[in-house]
């Protein structure tokens, strides 16, 4: 996990099949907040966010990514169970390797010593709202 008060690089692979994305669930318990974000993790030092990309997905679903394109560079600032975060996202467009991921219709897993779930979501119902997809810029590139 990153210290409090200082801005963490990470990289967030966008994966789609058709009107469908890939994300994982999150839960704000200080917000009561439900909200959905794409997956990847953090940057370490030493090592390019192509790697942390390819790394985290590995390391949370030991799935094998392809045709990674880079996209954009996001910053987000956000409030998360009370405290402020600060990130700089660095985002890829991305394919499975294996087509069973294609199939799955939820995907456990574990970050740290939390289990999280990873899913198949409308892209329609995160444009209207009824998914909330953070950072909600993230939209934009949908």
Known sequence: MHKEGEIRVIALGLIRDGN?????????PVKGDQFYRA???GVDFGETSLEALKREF?????AELQN???VACLENIFTFNGKQGHEIIQLYECDFVEPKYYQLQRQEFT???RKKLAVWVDINDCKSGKFRLVPETFLNYL
């Open 58 to 62: 590995q390391e949370e679903i030991q």
């Open 111 to 113: 970050e740290g010593e």
């Open 20 to 28: 469908k994305i890939f994300v994982s669930e999150g839960y704000d």
């Open 39 to 41: 997956m990847g993790g």
């Open 68 to 70: 990674i394109r880079y």
